[in-house]
């Protein structure tokens, strides 16, 4: 069954006026930190806890240039290979994820691709899983995806878009689909970017409300929160991110 991807839409006003520090610079990896805290709303359930770290390599250098730096890979369309590792926590268990993927913009064509493999350690029990995505970039800033895993496919669409407005600031929006036992299930998000180093954004699903901020101290270097507030069968979660380039 096609898994919609769960929109964690962070939110830190920290140090949101601090500029960034020097001239925006290109990239070609990136280490991800992320540390995520989740309360469910039902006492037969402990909270949950991960901490996880995600590595990402570009094949060609990723321009900063006039362009949001949490958005440059993207409006780039730089193709990528990435590793994580996440150690969660709920209650006396324990479970270890790692995972690898692909991405890939096939040159001179609007068509992209994607295929990831993650095996846990579950409980007690070991399991892998296969994934992937395919796509298609039409016009600058904007890629349509479907998803599929090895169970098939079952019927969702993702897109993402970002552009910039009229006062010269930038934005992103995503919506995504999917049919999953009979059901609609939705999730849609918004991020406002008050200059290239600093964002805020909104994500909705049917389960919560979330809110998100990220700010780049130096074009290197950068940190966000989120908050998660869930509606009577969601659970409220929060955790924070820290990134660095090089």
Known sequence: ??????????????AAALPVGAQAEDYQAQL???????????PLIPNGDALGATGT????????????????????????????????????????????????????????GE????YADDFGGDQDYVSGALGVAPIDGLLVTTRFDEDGWDPNASAKYVGKLPNAHWYAATVDLAELDDDLVWAASFDYYFDTSFSAGVGLTEDSTILRAEKFFTPSFSAGAHFEFGNDQGANAYGAKISWRF
């Open 57 to 112: 390599y570009y094949f060609s250098p990723v321009s900063t240039n006039d362009r949001p730096l949490a958005e440059a890979a993207f409006l780039g369309r730089s193709s990528f290979v990435d590793a994580s590792a996440v150690r969660s926590e709920l209650g006396d268990e324990k479970i270890d994820i790692f995972g690898a993927g692909i991405g890939y913009y096939l040159p001179n064509t609007i068509f992209y």
């Open 1 to 14: 069954m096609t898994r919609i991807r769960h929109l964690t839409l962070p939110a830190c006003l920290i």
């Open 32 to 42: 991800d930190l992320d540390y995520r805290h989740v309360d469910f709303d039902q």
């Open 115 to 118: 295929l990831n493999y993650t």
